[in-house]
């Protein structure tokens, strides 16, 4: 089952607009990790923020993590159309590698 | 340093019939994950094992099995397919399982059933 939902499921952007994607989960977790998937294909990591973080950096991408709302969100700044892609969060609870995927966003952004 | 790679990328198969996939993690990783991403479902969790051991275990029926070998290369068998095994299986590698490591997934084997 889903952990939880991710908000908004698609988003439209302009290339150099930023991009925001929310992600809220249902339980506690240890860690929270983004990931990207172009078109079906493997998921790759983008950041991992742990649960006593509150924000974190990595070039273009800033997360931020809000353990109390059981909330994080990703933002994309200067976004190029290469940054088109499926963006995931997923979270664990520190027992096992067992990630819970959030449904996704579908980020398009058009020249 | 080689990523995680499984094989095949793609795969047709017949309704009853069983399938073999494979996963080689990153160098130096003992920890396997296995999802399953299909339209419906997202992004499920199948198991995980770490040094040759299933350590968890997800929501599927006993026709989903692994196992692990000792170098940690990983594979999973899915046995009297159903339409419904229709997805892409993704397999996931991590240093250890658990404590703030990161997972690094491959680029997962798109089987369909027919």
């Known amino acids: 089952s889903q952990q939880g939902e991710e908000d908004p499921q698609a988003l439209s952007i302009q290339e150099g607009e930023n991009a925001t994607m929310n992600c809220s989960y249902k339980?506690?977790?240890?860690?929270l990790q983004w990931y990207r998937q172009n078109s079906g294909r493997g998921l790759v990591h983008l950041i991992l923020?742990?649960?006593?973080?509150r924000e974190k950096h990595s070039g273009r991408l800033r997360v931020t993590l809000d353990t109390s709302k059981k909330s994080s969100s990703l933002l994309i700044t200067a976004s190029r159309a290469a940054d088109t892609a499926s963006y995931f969060c997923?979270?664990?609870?520190?027992?096992?590698?067992?990630?819970?995927f959030g449904t996704g966003t579908r980020l398009q952004v058009t020249l | 340093k080689a990523g995680v790679t499984q094989t095949p990328r793609y795969l047709i198969k017949t309704r009853g019939q069983q399938v073999t996939l494979s996963c080689s993690p990153i160098?130096?990783?003992?920890?396997v994950s296995w999802y399953q991403q299909t339209p419906g479902q997202g992004l499920q969790f199948l198991f995980e094992?770490?040094?040759?051991?299933?350590?968890n275990k997800g929501n599927f029926p006993g026709r989903f099995s692994g196992r692990q070998f000792s170098n940690s290369r990983s594979e999973m068998n899915v046995s009297t397919l159903e339409l419904g095994d229709s997805a892409l299986y993704l397999c996931?590698?991590?240093?250890?399982?658990?404590?703030?490591?990161?997972?690094?997934f491959g680029q997962g084997t798109r089987l369909t059933v027919v």
């Open positions: 996931a590698s991590s240093l250890d399982p658990g404590w703030n490591t990161e997972a690094f």
């Open positions: 339980t506690s977790i240890n860690n």
């Open positions: 923020i742990r649960s006593n973080e």
């Open positions: 997923a979270t664990d609870d520190g027992t096992a590698s067992k990630l819970t």
């Open positions: 160098s130096g990783h003992r920890s």
């Open positions: 094992y770490f040094s040759e051991t299933q350590r």
